[in-house]
């Protein structure tokens, strides 16, 4: 774990000090202990490049998911998928 660790106990002076350490760039996560469970305070930019590789993470999972499926014989044609999307939802092929 990286970055400053402030009790939430602390005096105002010192959480405000935490705060706008982590608000310059970048500065790690600021970890607020207390009586609750422990936060994580990090920069917006910081916050978005975690979901961003989260949800790359998962893409790349669902991705080996779905080719272990078709090496086990569990996938269909797409053109029959597509047609039972076009019934199920109305959509029609681009001419």
Same mark, same amino acid.
């Given at each position: 774990?990286?970055?400053q660790?402030v @009790?939430t106990?602390?005096?105002p002076?010192? $959480?405000?000090? !935490?705060f706008k350490q982590v *608000?310059?760039?970048?500065?790690?996560?600021l970890?607020l202990?207390?009586?609750?469970e422990p936060?994580?305070?990090l920069r917006?930019? @910081?916050?978005?490049?975690?979901l961003d590789? $989260?949800?790359f !993470?998962?893409?790349?999972? *669902?991705?080996?998911e779905g080719?272990a499926?078709?090496?086990?014989g569990?996938g269909?044609?797409?053109a029959?998928?597509?047609?039972?999307?076009?019934a199920?939802f109305?959509?029609?092929e681009?001419?």
């Amino acid at each position: 774990m990286t970055g400053q660790i402030v @009790s939430t106990n602390a005096e105002p002076e010192i $959480l405000r000090h !935490a705060f706008k350490q982590v *608000a310059l760039a970048g500065a790690p996560p600021l970890h607020l202990t207390g009586e609750s469970e422990p936060l994580v305070v990090l920069r917006e930019s @910081s916050y978005q490049k975690l979901l961003d590789e $989260l949800e790359f !993470a998962d893409s790349c999972q *669902a991705i080996e998911e779905g080719l272990a499926e078709l090496d086990a014989g569990q996938g269909r044609p797409l053109a029959e998928a597509f047609a039972e999307w076009d019934a199920k939802f109305g959509f029609k092929e681009a001419a």
